[in-house]
């Protein structure tokens, strides 16, 4: 990767001109890696940006360089991010974790209750999920939306998914949910005011 700067930021309708270039890569890389990928389209990445459901990273001379969209499932009360991608000259600079916290934050802003999950095959996206406080969970879990499988028609991996009757496949998903995380803060203040006034009685 060279030394140019890189902007990472909502992509708008002017960012539409990328959308071939953004197909192109995501079904190159599924194809290098071995892995599967629901098939996207120019139109419905354009719709995506259009919408202003999408995160582009852009160098400051005008090179497409990373991706990602927002989903919504179920009326929305379930999000996914989706399509993330970066040019390969780009990779290994730290563009697919800002574009992952840039959709991320997107989509809390956008849909605040709502419960975001991800499936991928990909260790690196797995541990920025992590970090996001995504945790592993079954396929029961996620959106039963019916054209959100019906997505997973494309990926060269639907016949495994379609044998365990949706239960699993070689991907992993894994789920963000706003109450749970709400929980955890909760358990962890009244663990922090128990100390606290273990602390005092103690003085």
């Not at 940006?49 to 929305?76: H, L, P, R």
């Not at 990926?155 to 894994?174: D, F, H, P, R």
Request: proline share 2%; net charge positive; hydrophobic share 40%.
């Amino acid at each position: 990767m060279n030394n140019s700067i890189i902007f990472v930021r909502i992509a708008t309708s002017a960012d539409a001109k990328y959308a071939d270039e953004i197909v192109a890569e995501t079904q190159s890389s599924a194809l290098l890696r071995g892995s599967g990928i629901a098939k996207r389209t120019p139109a419905s990445v354009v719709e995506k940006i259009n919408a202003g459901k999408a995160v582009i990273a852009v160098t400051a001379a005008g090179e497409w360089v990373g991706f990602s969209y927002i989903e919504s499932w179920q009326k929305n009360t379930f999000i996914s991010n989706s399509g993330l991608i970066v040019a390969p000259k780009f990779r290994n600079s730290g563009v697919a974790k800002s574009i992952k916290n840039r959709i991320f934050g997107l989509s809390r802003r956008l849909y605040p209750e709502a419960k975001i999950f991800s499936i991928t095959s990909g260790a690196a996206i797995m541990k920025m999920n992590s970090q996001l406080g995504f945790e592993p969970v079954t396929f029961a879990q996620i959106t039963q939306d019916n054209a959100f499988w019906e997505g997973c028609k494309s990926c060269v991996n639907y016949g495994i998914l379609e044998s365990k009757n949706k239960s699993n496949c070689l991907c992993t998903a894994m789920l963000f949910s706003p109450a749970h995380i709400d929980q955890i803060i909760a358990s962890a203040e009244n663990t922090l005011k128990l100390k606290q006034n273990l602390n005092l009685k103690s003085i």
